[in-house]
């Protein structure tokens, strides 16, 4: 059974030609206050590559400073595999 996050990214790739991103970090943005972001995406492609669903293709990862704080991103690409592109094509529609 697969998670509401885990549809979304699969039905994201599908919607961008089989390819997809995933952007998620943290930090303390340039006024001192925690920044996080992306982390259930993350978790959910975590498990959908775990599946076999999609494939991790590359990953890019940024820091971006302001004012003596810095905030870390990581952005990860990934393409469905054919068992993912099985699973939409039989997938039921609402």
Known sequence: MLTKTQQTLLERAKR????AAVDAGGGR?????????GNLERA???KLVD????EI?????????NRGNSVHTTTTM?????????????????
């Open 16 to 19: 961008y030609g089989g390819m």
């Open 29 to 37: 943005g340039p006024l001192g206050g925690r920044i996080s972001f």
């Open 44 to 46: 959910a492609l975590r």
């Open 51 to 54: 599946m076999g669903l999609v």
């Open 57 to 65: 293709t590359n990953q890019a990862k940024d820091v971006d400073y």
């Open 78 to 94: 990934f393409r469905l595999t054919p068992s993912g592109v099985a699973l939409l094509e039989h997938a039921p529609t609402a």
